[in-house]
Structures are given as C-alpha cells and as structure tokens.
C-alpha cells in the first residue's frame, strides 16, 4: 500500500510481507550507537536512502538475514545506507559476538533505550524493515524474513532518480 497525502495509492505483497510507503515524515531523527563507536543518524543527513532492519539475537531468522543486508550495503552503499539495529534487550556484547561471527562491516546499533523500537518496532515482531529517505519519509516497511532478491526489489523505486534528490 503507498499512500501519498492521504491517499492509497497501492498495495505490493512480496514475499509474503506487507510493504507500506508513505510521504509524510514519520520518523522522528535518532541518533543510535555503533558497535564501531561511531552513531548512526536516522535519516541519514547525507542524502542517502536508510535501510532500517531491526533483529534480535534471539531471532533465529533475523541472525540468518544479516549476511544478506550485508551483502544490500557492500551492493548500494553509495545510495542507501543499511544499519542493522539490535532490540533494546540484546546485550550488547550478544550482539557484538553476533557481528564478529558473522563478520559484520555494516553498521551494528545499540538501542539502549528503546527509542528504535518504539518507531520502527512498537510491536517487537523481527525482523521489521524500514526503508527511510533523507527527509524521514518511511518509503516502504516490512515484517518477516527477507532475500536479498526481495530487498532489491524494494530498492528499485526509490533508487531511480524521482525518488532520489541529488
């Protein structure tokens, strides 16, 4: 379902997952931090597209996606920026085992306060994505297991230049 100024638009089903793009700012700034020790801002200020996967080390299925989101960052890195944002239950050393044995060069963020979850996740179902433009606009948002197939049909809108303000 796109809607656009309050208007539906349409409605795409893949995979099985729902995706929901709207044109109003939705979310609210955050800055989370990075296992690295680096923040990550969401929208990010560059001008990128932000690819939003929140997951959980308890997660069977959102452990056994990550390699695909990294796969997504290395694949689009000069238009979208992925960060994998871990439940404000995850210890942040689980999560940091999980990064370094799947080795991880996608930013890993901490939400030590919940902040995240509450926009993005208010339900704690994961894996939750989250495909965000610079403004804050949420272009797309899903619930369920994704392949790396999927997430890039997900970006083919938003990448193409009348999505993208450059």
């Not at 995850?90 to 799947?102: A, E, K």
Request: glycine fraction near 6%.
């Amino acid at each position: 379902m796109l809607v656009i100024g309050n208007k539906l638009k349409y409605t795409v089903v893949l995979g099985g997952a729902l995706l929901i793009g709207c044109s109003e700012p939705i979310v609210t700034p955050l800055t989370l931090p990075l296992l690295s020790g680096e923040k990550a801002h969401i929208p990010d200020m560059n001008g990128k597209l932000t690819w939003v996967n929140v997951w959980s080390t308890s997660c069977t299925i959102c452990v056994k996606e990550l390699p695909a989101l990294e796969a997504l960052q290395r694949e689009y890195a000069e238009r979208v920026q992925v960060v994998a944002v871990a439940l404000p239950t995850d210890p942040p050393n689980t999560v940091l085992d999980v990064q370094t044995t799947l080795q991880l060069t996608l930013p890993v963020a901490l939400d030590l306060d919940g902040q995240a979850a509450r926009q993005f996740a208010p339900d704690l179902v994961v894996p939750s994505h989250h495909l965000v433009d610079a403004k804050g606009n949420i272009l797309y948002q899903t619930k369920g297991k994704l392949t790396l197939a999927e997430m890039r049909t997900m970006l083919e809108k938003p990448i193409s230049a009348s999505f993208i303000q450059r």
